[in-house]
Nanobody, 124 residues
């Protein structure tokens, strides 16, 4: 069983930056691919970014490429999503997810464990 806890969400002005974190309780964190998804009111959950176990392979949604950076610290069982140049359309609940297969996936159905989410609100 893996428990994921997100933190770092909040309110920020457009053009600003925010970093959200996801801490995992698993005894062995490093084999997992970790992903971030988001869901805005009235919209479906969408892929944001994912990172493989080594941290060397990442994937980003086109909407965040060049603005968001995903990284991980396996010693701390934590992944970090650095969000820069935030836009109002980035407003959503951000969810962290773990994939035990180690494959970098964009589909939410491929992930095995999910956090409760953290709210990110970007004011224009």
């Amino acid at each position: 069983q893996v428990q994921l806890v997100e933190s770092g969400g909040g309110l920020v002005q457009a053009g600003g930056s925010l970093r959200v974190s996801c801490a995992a309780s698993a005894r062995t964190f490093s084999p997992f691919t970790m992903g971030w998804f988001r869901q805005a009111p009235g919209k479906e959950r969408e892929f944001v970014a994912a990172i493989d176990w080594s941290g060397r392979s990442t994937s980003y949604a086109d909407s965040v490429k060049g603005r968001f950076t995903l990284s991980r610290d396996n010693a701390k069982n934590t992944v970090y999503l650095q969000m820069n140049s935030l836009k109002s359309e980035d407003t959503a609940v951000y969810y962290c997810a773990a994939d035990l297969s180690t494959v970098v996936r964009r589909l939410a159905t491929g992930y095995d464990y999910w956090g409760q989410g953290t709210q990110v609100t970007v004011s224009s």
